[in-house]
């Protein structure tokens, strides 16, 4: 968790699938977290936006990329790009695990490369999975 920040995670979930929205906010929810919700990109990127203004920046944001009006992909970048704005760099910037059935090289060297991506699941999300990554990005002990 980022310095000054709450002890409770607040963590976005951008997923225009509702089944796979449903299930990321019930594993996160069981850690504490207060979970939002934005069903493309567009939202994604207003509600981080929303956040930073109300001094309560999301501490995750878990991110499809095939979603309609704002992919994935171009909402990370517009988000990195507010951040930057702002003058939040490096180890302040938020974390973000980047969910989708993509799993070839390109899409996810993008997602790490182009848009600066924390982490990559590929879906089916599974608990274990999402659980150790964000063990392994220092959200959760």
């Not at 999301?58 to 790009?81: F, N, T």
């Not at 993509?102 to 982490?119: F, Q, R």
């Not at 089916?124 to 990554?133: A, D, G, S, Y």
């Amino acid at each position: 968790m980022v310095k000054g920040r709450s002890a409770t995670l607040r963590i976005l979930v951008v997923e225009d699938d509702f089944m796979v929205r449903q299930v990321v906010r019930d594993i996160l929810e069981q850690y504490g977290a207060i979970v939002d919700i934005a069903v493309n990109g567009e939202e994604a990127v207003q509600a981080f936006r929303v956040a930073w203004r109300k001094q309560q920046p999301y501490d995750l944001l878990c991110m499809d990329i095939m979603m309609p009006i704002m992919d994935g992909h171009e909402a990370l970048v517009k988000i990195r790009e507010v951040e930057k704005s702002l003058g939040v760099i490096g180890p302040e910037e938020v974390k973000v695990i980047m969910l989708s059935a993509l799993d070839d090289a390109k899409t996810v060297m993008k997602a790490y490369y182009k848009g600066g991506a924390t982490s990559y699941i590929v879906k089916p999300i599974e608990k274990e999975r999402l659980i150790l990554e964000m063990q392994s990005i220092g959200l959760i002990p």
